[in-house]
């Protein structure tokens, strides 16, 4: 698992959970764009915006695109009811891409 980045993302108790489960390969639920998910998180930090996000795995759940399986990134900011779910994950998805060029800065990473 990657090592903990710069800090340059304040901490809440939503970033807290996003580390644990990406600590712990914990499966993580929130709702986003008005749909509920569950994903498998393998990146966190700050997007080419400047923007905390979150690239992953999506196991379950909607999508506004249509597309309600596979890779994501969210903005940590349009998160809702960010939740740990009890479900565990194995590692990183075979096609995870360590160096997401979606990202300026990683915090944590698998």
Known sequence: MGA???GAIKAD???A???TALRERQLLAFVYDGQPRAVEPHIYGL???GRPALSAYQ???GSAS???LGWKLFHVSEMRQVKLLAAHFAGPRPDYNARDKAFRSVEIAL
Do not use: L, Y
């Open 4 to 6: 903990a980045g710069s």
């Open 66 to 68: 249509g597309e309600p």
């Open 59 to 61: 196991v379950a759940g």
């Open 13 to 15: 108790a939503k970033t």
């Open 47 to 49: 997007s080419g915006s």
């Open 17 to 19: 959970a996003i580390a």
